[in-house]
T-cell receptor
Framework: QQPVQSPQAVILREGEDAVINCSSSKALYSVHWYRQKHGEAPVFLMILLKGGEQKGHEKISASFNEKKQQSSLYLTASQLSYSGTYFCGTEGGSQGNLIFGKGTKLSVKP | SQTIHQWPATLVQPVGSPLSLECTVEGTSNPNLYWYRQAAGRGLQLLFY??????ISSEVPQNLSASRPQDRQFILSSKKLLLSDSGFYLC?????????????FGDGTRLSIL
């Protein structure tokens, strides 16, 4: 089952904050976050493992609530370089395969 | 360090023609390998994955096939392309150590079918 991402799109001014949510109907072992800029390949941001840990990457952090089967990506003090489409990939099986959400398009304006 | 190469970067093919896309990984051994397709403005759909030479699993029935003739080589093929095969094809690898491993993507092949 494909995870559901919300919102589908968000427009920010430089310096504003945003939260992107990823929700699954299945029990999860891990949640992965990727950013894809237009015409490019997705780039790995971070992975959150079962255990509810929170991780950070520059001014981007994420949390994972395994009981609720949800993860959230937090972007603080957004920069122009944060623009792109953010995908969550959920892992529940034994093979390490990911099921990706449809993505959240983030546009940061000056 | 590990690198992943995909080629070609762009491909325009007529309907009914064959296809061969190649992906190679350097700097690691026994990786998990993946082929994804991304339709315009859409998410990533897993097509095939491989945990070893000659071991291919297909996620969706389709007009495509995959092969892994060497440890770090993954090939996506078709005998006869359909219009619906257009898209952005991405190869990815992860460490072969079970769950919780990040996947790293190649630069992709943009395939247009005419």
């Amino acid at each position: 089952q494909q995870p559901v991402q919300s919102p589908q799109a968000v427009i920010l001014r430089e310096g504003e904050d945003a939260v992107i949510n990823c929700s699954s109907s299945k029990a999860l072992y891990s949640v992965h976050w990727y950013r894809q800029k237009h015409g490019e390949a997705p780039v790995f941001l971070m992975i959150l493992l079962k255990g509810g840990e929170q991780k950070g990457h520059e001014k981007i952090s994420a949390s994972f609530n395994e009981k609720k089967q949800q993860s959230s990506l937090y972007l603080t003090a957004s920069q122009l370089s944060y623009s792109g489409t953010y995908f969550c990939g959920t892992e529940g099986g034994s093979q390490g395969n990911l099921i990706f959400g449809k993505g959240t398009k983030l546009s940061v304006k000056p | 360090s590990q690198t992943i190469h995909q080629w070609p970067a762009t491909l325009v093919q007529p309907v009914g023609s064959p296809l061969s896309l190649e992906c190679t990984v350097e700097g690691t051994s026994n990786p998990n390998l993946y082929w994804y397709r991304q339709a315009a403005g859409r998410g990533l759909q897993l097509l095939f994955y491989s945990v070893g030479i000659g071991q291919i699993s297909s996620e969706v029935p389709q007009n495509l096939s995959a092969s892994r003739p060497q440890d770090r080589q993954f090939i996506l093929s078709s005998k006869k392309l359909l219009l619906s095969d257009s898209g952005f094809y991405l190869c990815a690898w992860s460490v072969l150590r079970g769950r919780g491993q990040p996947q790293h993507f190649g630069d992709g092949t943009r395939l247009s079918i005419l």
